[in-house]
């Protein structure tokens, strides 16, 4: 179920936030690599982890 949740949470989030969240939670990038992937800089990574990672956790209190 709380797989579910976390896939409920990043389908919801927009592309590049998610994107970024995957690349680099997921997939272990680091954030220079996800970044010359997205083709952003590494400080727009950052922000979209930041934001992911409360997109995360207001989506897990809602499901509480």
Avoid at 45 to 62: G, I, N, P, S, Y
């Amino acid at each position: 179920q709380r797989q579910m949740c976390i896939r409920d949470s990043l389908e919801a989030m927009p592309r590049k936030r998610r994107e970024a969240f995957i690349l680099v939670r997921i997939h272990g990038c680091t954030y220079a690599e996800a970044a010359e992937c997205m083709g952003i800089s590494r400080d727009a990574v950052d922000q979209h982890l930041v934001r992911a990672v409360m997109d995360l956790a207001h989506f897990r209190e809602e499901e509480a």
